[in-house]
């Protein structure tokens, strides 16, 4: 499990920017007249800016991938560790600006099957909902200069953490890429799942409610319940990261969202 390296990061204070992100598109609902399809579309960007920088993270990560002990490893990760004895693991740390910790070039192919690997899934995912929902029309959104705002909002936020738990700290030089990796692929695989269930159980009830009143009334109980399961699914996912990189007493969900290397960063 990644371990807490800053005390005052610890508690609701911490969580705190990560809540505000995430009331974005509660206010977007409630008050920018935003729909389902451009409610997916700001989760699809936010867990992909997600996915990219802690990617970019996984660069700089020192720490050896060890598979010993390990049920599941990512992928582009072998038996050794790594995805093979090429050429890229024959290269001495790059470094690409000076303020910043050197990139290991032995981390690419890791970082590349794992990005493959997570953009396959949200576009499915994605690709989903707006065929459904969105009649394969909510790119339509990112016209609307407030959408296009929370937009970057979201993806500033995910590189402002990194700074704030990653780089600040320098967790990079004891944590391996796959530590790195394991979280935004697991947040990835939990929430995108979560979300499709939920969209399917609302779907389900739906049917019987519209037999039960009228057309209007249906509409708005189908909406409320996904706007409200979303939102609870999302808050609840992103409470379990962040007490999985900073708590030393995680819940379950924290747990189930904690990378699975007890060796790469051990103290």
Same mark, same amino acid.
């Given at each position: 499990?990644?371990?807490?390296?800053?005390?005052? %990061?610890?508690?609701?204070?911490?969580?705190?920017?990560?809540? %505000?992100?995430?009331?974005?598109?509660?206010?977007?609902?409630?008050?920018?007249?935003?729909?389902?399809?451009?409610?997916? &579309?700001?989760?699809?960007?936010?867990?992909?800016?997600?996915?990219?920088?802690?990617?970019?993270?996984? &660069?700089?990560?020192?720490?050896?991938?060890?598979?010993?002990?390990?049920?599941?490893?990512?992928?582009?990760?072998?038996?050794?560790?790594?995805?093979?004895?090429?050429?890229?693991?024959? &290269?001495?740390?790059?470094?690409?600006?000076?303020?910043?910790?050197?990139?290991?070039?032995?981390?690419?192919?890791?970082?590349?099957?794992?990005?493959?690997?997570?953009?396959?899934?949200?576009?499915?995912?994605?690709?989903?909902?707006?065929?459904?929902?969105?009649?394969?029309?909510?790119?339509?959104?990112?016209?609307?200069?407030?959408?296009?705002?929370?937009?970057?909002?979201?993806?500033?936020?995910? #590189?402002?953490?990194?700074?704030?738990?990653?780089? $600040?700290?320098?967790?990079?030089?004891?944590?391996?890429?796959?530590? !790195?990796?394991? !979280?935004? &692929?697991? #947040?990835?695989?939990?929430?995108?799942?979560?979300?499709?269930?939920?969209?399917?159980?609302?779907?389900?009830?739906?049917?019987?409610?519209?037999?039960? !009143?009228?057309?209007?009334?249906?509409?708005?109980?189908?909406?409320?319940?996904?706007?409200?399961?979303?939102?609870?699914?999302?808050?609840?996912?992103?409470?379990?990261?962040?007490?999985?990189?900073?708590?030393?007493?995680?819940?379950?969900?924290?747990?189930?969202? %904690?990378? $699975?290397?007890?060796?790469?960063? %051990? $103290?």
């Amino acid at each position: 499990m990644i371990r807490p390296r800053r005390s005052d %990061a610890d508690g609701l204070a911490g969580f705190a920017p990560v809540l %505000a992100t995430n009331l974005l598109p509660v206010a977007g609902v409630l008050w920018l007249g935003w729909n389902l399809s451009t409610l997916y &579309l700001f989760y699809w960007v936010d867990l992909l800016a997600l996915l990219v920088v802690y990617a970019g993270c996984s &660069l700089f990560a020192q720490g050896k991938i060890v598979t010993d002990g390990r049920r599941v490893r990512l992928p582009g990760i072998g038996e050794d560790g790594y995805a093979g004895e090429g050429w890229l693991d024959q &290269l001495r740390p790059i470094t690409v600006h000076g303020r910043l910790p050197p990139v290991y070039p032995r981390n690419v192919g890791v970082v590349a099957m794992s990005l493959v690997f997570g953009l396959v899934f949200l576009t499915f995912g994605y690709g989903l909902l707006d065929t459904l929902l969105g009649g394969g029309r909510s790119m339509v959104a990112l016209q609307s200069p407030m959408v296009l705002g929370s937009l970057f909002v979201a993806a500033g936020s995910h #590189v402002y953490e990194a700074h704030q738990r990653y780089f $600040e700290p320098g967790r990079y030089e004891s944590l391996s890429p796959q530590t !790195v990796l394991d !979280v935004p &692929l697991r #947040v990835v695989a939990v929430l995108g799942s979560a979300m499709l269930l939920w969209m399917g159980i609302t779907l389900f009830s739906a049917f019987f409610i519209a037999t039960a !009143v009228s057309s209007e009334a249906a509409t708005a109980a189908f909406l409320a319940m996904v706007y409200g399961g979303w939102f609870a699914i999302k808050i609840g996912v992103e409470w379990g990261r962040f007490s999985a990189e900073q708590s030393t007493d995680p819940g379950w969900l924290a747990r189930l969202m %904690a990378p $699975e290397d007890p060796h790469s960063d %051990a $103290e």
